[in-house]
């Protein structure tokens, strides 16, 4: 080997030995930092025998990371979910005592037993009709509770929404930055680290799959099909809803204007935040509010008066508001807001409570529906007929999933067991994808991230390297010298 090829040599491999070095330095400075993979300088051995360097490539595992996006949109779906389903279990806490629908109605079974024991006290008759106003408090309480769980999912989509879209515009400007310098074939590892940060950010919001293109152009669709990305990000929209009342519908997610969430939805979305939340604001919470409904339906059904003539029968100590129209036997969405005590039965209103033992609370005036026609003091049968309606058999609308048919009682009970069976199973669920989602992102990690003492090892490789190649040119310099010294 000539003197020039040995320094050209000793030339070449210094500067790629740098460049190797500055790879390592990187992957030191990153080991602790999220979402970045393991860089690599690919090095090849010239014609010359020298060396050249090829490219810088990082580690990757498409199908590791494909695994840690999936169980990230399904492990943020089953967490929003239960946010809002520990929300809802509140209202049945049995911290609570008897300050929940069920243990309610047991107060007021309670409260009319007193009553019947002594018909002739005004005090116990008041009780049991202070007992029922704090029933329809209590579901007038746990609705509310209902419609705040379903407004605040709401805002949490369109929050989503917006993230969702602020994402899409940073991978639009990555992506055209990678596919641009791909073509002139810089360095692009870091953007694609940060591409896929991006993916991740975006996984958790609503699920997607990806796909590449020549020249590390990436498309983005929904796991409903859905397209987010091809080429220019597409639109994604959303209309909150500005007050939430029983009965009032939630909007649907749009991409591109097509739906992906809601049951009008051709492309619908599986997983992510955004679908959580629309499960919890349209199913779960609207299947609760429904079961509060029946429950109050069916106290109103209890407690109608029926007119001794076989006219008719109206709503007694609890009704529709001010109505005393029964609401008849289906699900009356809402019931559970609007449901009051009769101002005509309550002390505190100017009311009778004796109304409760003699009847005639739908109309004081109207002799039809008094059914203790002489006010006789001791008279205890209507007690008695309202204690025995709560075994009575009643049949309850069973889309809600809670009992079709049973006592008030139980279904009150079935709900309770509705709702804590829903959290045990959704608690069960994100446990498990979370878990999932963590052995996937430790393999992942451990696949390309960075061992701090394989690069500090590599380092030191280089640093000999870097000193041999050093001193292979002190060595020609001084050869050189000598040769330039004898020729004079």
Not at 263 to 288: C, E, F
Not at 409 to 419: D, E, L, M, R
């Amino acid at each position: 080997m000539s003197l020039t090829a040995a320094l050209n040599s000793a030339r070449s491999s210094l500067t790629v030995r740098s460049a190797e070095t500055n790879v390592v330095s990187r992957n030191i400075a990153g080991v602790n930092e999220a979402g970045y993979s393991r860089k690599t300088a690919e090095v090849t051995v010239d014609p010359s025998g020298g060396v050249q360097l090829l490219q810088i490539t990082r580690s990757a595992d498409e199908a590791l990371f494909l695994r840690v996006i999936r169980t990230n949109s399904d492990a943020t779906m089953q967490s929003s979910m239960l946010d809002g389903i520990n929300r809802l279990q509140q209202t049945v806490d049995p911290a609570l005592g008897k300050a929940t629908p069920a243990g309610r109605l047991g107060s007021l079974v309670e409260a009319l037993q007193q009553a019947a024991s002594s018909p002739d006290s005004q005090v116990l008759a008041q009780n049991a009709v202070d007992a029922a106003k704090n029933l329809v408090q209590t579901l007038n309480d746990a609705s509310s509770a209902v419609q705040s769980v379903r407004k605040t999912a709401d805002a949490a989509i369109s929050s989503s929404v917006d993230k969702v879209n602020t994402l899409l515009a940073t991978f639009e400007k990555l992506n055209t930055r990678i596919i641009a310098d791909s073509g002139v074939g810089r360095d692009v590892t870091d953007q694609m680290d940060a591409r896929d940060q991006v993916l991740l950010e975006l996984s958790a919001e609503i699920g997607i799959r990806t796909t590449v293109r020549p020249g590390n152009d990436m498309q983005i669709y929904t796991d409903g099909g859905a397209t987010l990305f091809e080429g220019v990000r597409r639109s994604v929209t959303f209309q909150p809803v500005s007050q939430f009342t029983p009965g009032v519908q939630g909007n649907a997610v749009f991409v591109d204007g097509t739906p992906v969430t809601g049951p009008g939805a051709v492309m619908q979305s599986k997983s992510g935040n955004i679908v959580g939340l629309t499960a919890l604001r349209d199913d779960v919470a609207v299947s609760y509010q429904g079961q509060l409904d029946e429950v109050a339906r069916g106290v109103i059904e209890m407690f109608a008066e029926t007119d001794v003539n076989g006219a008719g029968a109206r709503a007694g100590l609890f009704r529709d508001g001010v109505s005393t129209v029964l609401p008849g036997a289906s699900l009356q969405t809402g019931l559970a807001s609007s449901i009051r005590v009769a101002a005509t039965v309550d002390l505190a209103q100017g009311g009778n409570p004796f109304l409760l033992r003699d009847g005639g609370i739908s109309d004081p005036l109207d002799p039809n529906y008094k059914v203790n026609t002489t006010s006789a003091a001791a008279y205890s049968d209507r007690y008695q007929t309202l204690i025995s309606a709560f075994d009575q058999l009643q049949t309850f609308d069973s889309s809600g999933g809670a009992l079709s048919k049973g006592s008030l009682t139980s279904y009150a009970s079935s709900s309770v067991g509705w709702i804590e069976a829903l959290r045990k199973t959704t608690t069960d669920d994100a446990d498990q994808t979370s878990t999932l989602l963590s052995r996937a992102t430790q393999t992942l990690s451990s696949t390309t991230g960075v061992s701090l003492d394989n690069e500090m090892s590599k380092m030191l490789d280089l640093e000999r390297a870097y000193q041999g190649s050093a001193k292979l040119i002190s060595v020609v310099d001084s050869m050189m010298q000598s040769l330039f010294a004898a020729v004079r």
